[in-house]
């Protein structure tokens, strides 16, 4: 089944402790992208990468890193969580950057830092 | 600066009625237009698109129009189902490269 794979669902985590979460894809997708969702704000764009070693700023990519090793695979790194950074995070993928259907997402990442 | 609004953040309708939800947007670049359905604990999926160079798409039970002068779309969706409740979000991009979606509007469709 075609699909956009994030881990783990849910996470509580402690301010300052860095975490990884996990994104793949099986559609050989060169796009992907990671989004954080927020009560009235709706979807913004973290980072996202064009292809593989080529990544770029979103919107809002203060305190986020991203890295893009294999095709498959855009995990997002948390240096140093901050409570700000609460929230359901999502990523998502197309073929490319550019697709009549926008983009398939995960079933998303909700992560709460205390 | 919120290229894309959504103002209404929830909607509620009966089962069978029309819903229309509504998406507003500031870049007259845009040309290409989408709207997604969310339900709680999925993430968003694709449910219809417009071109800039029409002014209406149909789907089954699900109608998107466009107003290029007032910059404006709306979802409509005849007749509503309890199954359609859901977060709907529409997106706009220039040439369907980098979509910028609205902040989502909440639909429950009451049996």
């Known amino acids: 089944e075609a699909q956009v794979t994030q881990n783990p669902r849910y996470l509580i985590t402690v301010t300052g402790k860095k975490l990884t979460v996990t994104c793949s894809q099986n559609m050989n997708h060169e796009y992907m992208s990671w989004y954080r969702q927020d009560p009235g704000l709706g979807l913004r764009q973290i980072y996202y990468?064009?292809?593989?070693?080529?990544?770029d700023k979103g919107d809002v990519p203060e305190g986020y890193k991203v890295s893009r090793k294999e095709k498959r695979n855009f995990p997002l790194i948390l240096e140093s969580p901050s409570p700000n950074q609460t929230s359901l995070y999502f990523c998502?993928?197309?073929?490319?950057?550019?697709?009549?259907?926008?983009?398939?997402f995960g079933s998303g990442t909700r992560l709460t830092v205390v | 600066d919120q290229q894309v609004k959504q103002n209404s953040p929830s909607l509620s309708v009966q089962e069978g009625r029309i819903s229309i939800l509504n998406c507003d947007y500031t870049?007259?670049?845009?040309?290409?237009f989408l709207w997604y359905k969310k339900y709680p604990a999925e993430g968003p999926t694709f449910l219809i698109s417009i071109s800039s160079i029409k002014d209406k798409n149909e789907d089954g039970r699900f109608t998107v129009f466009l107003n290029k002068s007032a910059k404006h779309l709306s979802l409509h969706i005849v007749p509503s189902q309890p199954g359609d409740s859901a977060v709907y979000f529409c997106a706009a991009s220039i040439r369907t490269y980098k979509y910028i979606f609205g902040t989502g509007t909440r639909l429950k469709v009451l049996a």
């Open positions: 990468s064009m292809n593989v070693e080529v990544t």
């Open positions: 870049n007259s670049m845009f040309d290409y």
């Open positions: 998502a993928s197309s073929l490319r950057d550019g697709d009549l259907y926008g983009y398939t």
